[in-house]
């Protein structure tokens, strides 16, 4: 077997309304980069990312100039030397983002066509674990108001979620701890609260804040600090205050290792997107699983759903707010806080490509 085609599209989509987190700022629209994969066969494999605005362009030209001439002709059955080989012809200018991104666009297209070969559902084909799934409603509500951003999570529990995530990093620690008190006054007592600082603090104030954030009894508080502050991360879960949840911006597994070594983490939540596709998230959530550590995932749900569903040490899939579900033919379901993976071959996700004409950028 050899492959025969690789074929990438870039399509910008906008988001219905303005969203923000603290990192990353007000967001009107996310990119979305399609990579199609062609066996001799002529069997596909489909793969994508998303990532911020104007910046899935600069991704989709790695695929095309740096892996595209070493994909054709190669085996599609040999994703870890495939990835070996992207790794390595692109390691000077990359060595994480965005080249992880662009690999994994790659690895999901790879990984999919695998699945359609041997007519496996992913779920299965990466070890098969359990197909019912905890979801959580990852809510970006920064911008919102007091009452917007209660409506947006009475509107995650009628979609029949039971755990909701909502985001801190307001002009003052006073302000998030007066919406977190709302949103805690607002849920159920059965219904589990998240909170995602996106970076918003120095370890000094996230010290401040975990005082205070405490007594909400969060199943986790996000990213208090910047992603790569590893000793910050240690000091601040020796204080065991509150469980701490990272991983969506660590783009290699000697990041991953890195923070579970200094014990910086209590709930790791890797993005395939970020950390170059299925192969990489399947090594951490096995590094966690011998750190005795939960796997999370963060963004791409209708993806990470497969993956977790292999994990024995699986947590929580992130329903995330970049959602596609307009422009593919069968949307994850919810029910009583779980979810499902297809059981179609590879991920079964199917896109409408004449939806999605009027938003392609290249
Ligand atoms: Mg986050």
Redesign the pocket.
């Known amino acids: 077997m050899e492959i025969s085609n690789v074929d990438v599209n870039t399509y910008k989509i906008p988001l219905p309304e303005p969203v923000e ?1 603290y990192a990353a700022g007000l967001m009107k629209a996310f990119d979305l980069i399609i990579c199609k994969i062609t066996n001799n066969n002529g069997i596909q494999g489909v793969g994508y990312i998303t990532v911020h605005e104007n910046q899935g362009l600069a991704i989709s030209q790695i695929i095309k100039n740096s892996f595209k001439p070493l994909l054709l002709k190669q085996d599609p059955r040999l994703i870890e030397l495939l990835w070996k080989n992207m790794w390595k012809a692109t390691h000077y200018a990359g060595r994480g983002a965005p080249v992880s991104f662009a690999i994994a666009a790659v690895d999901v297209a790879l990984w999919d066509l695998k699945g359609k070969c041997l007519k496996e559902p992913l779920w299965r084909l990466l070890g098969g674990h359990d197909k019912k799934v905890t979801a959580y409603a ?1 809510n970006i509500d920064l911008n919102f108001s007091k009452e917007k951003l209660l409506d947006g999570a009475t509107k995650s529990l009628d979609k029949g979620f039971k755990a909701i995530k909502m985001r801190l990093g307001r002009e003052s620690l006073s302000e998030d701890i007066e919406r977190l008190d709302a949103m805690r006054n607002h849920l159920p007592d059965n219904i589990m609260l998240m909170a ?1 600082a ?1 970076e918003a603090w120095r370890t000094d104030q996230a010290v401040a804040a975990f005082k205070e954030i405490e007594r909400f009894k969060l199943v986790w508080l ?2 208090p600090i910047k992603p790569d502050d590893f000793n910050g991360y240690s000091y601040l879960r020796s204080l065991g205050k509150i469980p701490i949840a990272a991983g ?1 911006n660590l783009h290699t597994l000697s990041e991953f290792n890195q923070l579970i070594t200094v014990n910086g983490v209590d709930f790791l ?1 890797p993005d395939l997107t970020t950390c170059g596709g299925i192969t990489p998230f399947m090594k951490v959530a096995k590094l966690a699983e011998i750190n005795n550590l939960p796997i999370c995932s ?1 963004g791409v749900h209708e993806l990470h759903v497969h993956l977790l569903a292999a994990c024995p040490n699986a947590s929580y899939l992130e329903f995330h707010a970049w959602r596609i579900d307009d422009f593919i033919d069968s949307s994850l379901v919810v029910k009583s806080g779980y979810t499902e993976p297809s059981e179609k071959p590879g991920h079964g996700i199917n896109f409408d490509y004449d939806k999605l004409k009027s938003y392609l950028i290249n």
């Open positions: 987190a990852g995602d996106n996000e990213e969506e939540e963060h």
